[in-house]
């Protein structure tokens, strides 16, 4: 193996030298394709949590595919062949971004000659990850989930672009700017992904294509439950409450918790959270909305978190939830280092973040979960489930909870790697195994279109039937 690097980085100065002699553009390309290539290779020999690769003959795939490394012809290229290597570990959490300093910017694709929009430039620099900054978190105002995969609204903000113009959920998106959605297929071939994966990538673009920067307008085509197609143009906006924020490598992101109380027909009165994302603040929000005013620790007899569309974040802020939940330590799983296990050992919090003594919360406890929640969502209603300490309503989830981080290349690009596995209290793995729900209730169009959320009304209604 050290020979290998040795070998590897004698090819890079070699390589360096030419260039410093007047090499060709083409040489140094395929120096820095060797460089970036190996860089990805190295770093998941070297921190893949099992020694073995998983049963894969990693030093094999390194062979197999170097010569089409250093013969790309382009970034794009070079992420096809490295994104073909990372495949062969069957993993989720594994992939290759076009970074903002890629030394390519000029391989992208050209318009669709036939007018349907696929395959738009903007399109692709939003599934790639690299048409995006802190100000593309702005939107026109409404959520967006997949039904059978088509794309629906799925909630309006009443104070938004979309809510002033009169738009209700249940809508199908048929075009946003020149992107036909329905050209999303045939332009990623996603008939040949599993259908889990096919709607994750669906929703990405989706989301990205909505998204802008602030004040900017986005035109919507769009078609009622009758099928009658409108046009809507929206001016993007940051939503109500939104806090910027950031984490580590991750691009700075718009985080938002919300809370709603809901009183029973029995007069019991519930909290349901929704937040969009597990970072830090997440955990200081919660202890506020469920023991301060208006309610106060005992004022209320239920809960709802909605994880929908939550595609995880830092772990740690899972355990600090769980805190307030459990009433005796136990574990949200294990995360699977190389070497090295590590549990998410959840205490019971008996004190609060103002030095107040506080009893954990008793109540019955819903989560609702679909196929956007990931990572941390999915180790959170996981571990909440084998403990019996909720029931989970809604949809299977991603079945992509491993822990990864992200690391700029030689090229510029990214590389998104898994650093350990995740294993349930139960014992099961969770990637490649969504967590599913105790009651499978899943979004319809039909329902959105009568103005109900069906997960949520049953999440409410069985918190209900507990108090009674």
């Not at 040489?27 to 020999?45: G, P």
């Not at 994880?307 to 799983?333: C, H, M």
């Not at 070497?339 to 008996?350: E, T």
């Not at 969770?430 to 967590?435: I, L």
Request: hydrophobic share 45%; charged share 25%; net charge negative.
């Amino acid at each position: 193996m050290r020979l290998a690097a040795a070998v590897a980085v004698c090819a890079v100065f070699l390589a360096a030298a030419a260039a410093g002699q007047g090499a060709s553009p083409a040489s140094e390309r395929a120096a820095l394709n060797l460089e970036s290539f190996d860089f990805a290779w190295r770093k998941i020999a070297d921190t893949f949590w099992e020694e073995e690769m998983g049963g894969v003959d990693w030093r094999a795939v390194r062979d197999e595919l170097r010569p089409r490394a250093r013969d790309a012809a382009d970034a794009r290229e070079l992420r096809n062949v490295i994104q073909g290597m990372l495949a062969r570990l069957g993993q989720s959490h594994f992939g290759v971004l076009s970074g903002a300093g890629s030394a390519d910017r000029g391989d992208e694709p050209a318009e669709s000659a036939s007018g349907d929009g696929a395959c738009t430039p903007a399109l692709m620099r939003t599934v790639s990850g690299g048409g995006g900054s802190s100000a593309s978190d702005a939107g026109p105002g409404f959520e967006v989930r997949f039904v059978d995969h088509v794309a629906v609204v799925s909630r309006v903000e009443a104070d938004s672009a979309a809510g002033r113009n009169g738009l209700l959920a249940g809508a199908e998106i048929v075009r946003i700017g020149d992107q036909s959605l329905a050209a999303l297929s045939r332009c990623f071939e996603l008939e040949s992904l599993d259908p889990r994966v096919a709607d994750m990538v669906r929703a990405r673009a989706v989301d990205g294509l909505l998204s802008g920067a602030p004040g900017d307008p986005v035109q919507v085509e769009l078609a009622d439950g009758a099928g009658e197609r409108f046009v809507l143009e929206l001016e993007r906006a940051h939503r109500p409450g939104a806090v910027e924020i950031g984490f580590g490598n991750l691009p700075p992101m718009q985080y938002l918790f919300e809370t709603e109380q809901v009183e029973t027909s029995t007069g019991g009165r519930v909290l349901v959270v929704r937040f969009n994302v597990w970072m830090v603040p997440v955990v200081k929000a919660f202890e506020t909305a469920l023991y301060e005013a208006p309610a106060g620790a005992s004022g209320f007899d239920g809960l709802v978190i909605d994880l929908r569309g939550n595609p995880g974040g830092i772990a740690g802020t899972a355990v600090g939830v769980g805190g307030y939940l459990l009433d005796e330590q136990v574990d949200l799983g294990r995360m699977l280092h190389r070497g090295s296990d590590l549990k998410l050992l959840v205490n019971p919090r008996r004190v609060s973040r103002s030095d107040e003594r506080i009893e954990g919360f008793k109540g019955p406890v819903a989560v609702i979960i679909d196929g956007g929640s990931a990572s941390t969502s999915e180790i959170f209603a996981a571990g909440l489930q084998d403990h019996g300490r909720a029931r989970l309503f809604g949809e299977p989830s991603a079945a992509a909870a491993l822990p990864a981080v992200i690391e700029r290349m030689p090229n510029g690009d990214l590389l998104m790697h898994a650093i350990a596995d995740f294993v349930r209290p139960s014992g099961e793995r969770v990637e490649g195994r969504p967590v599913v729900p105790d009651s499978l209730v899943p979004l319809t169009r039909e329902g959105l279109l009568a103005g109900r959320d069906e997960p949520r009304e049953a999440a409410l209604a069985w918190v209900a039937s507990e108090l009674e």
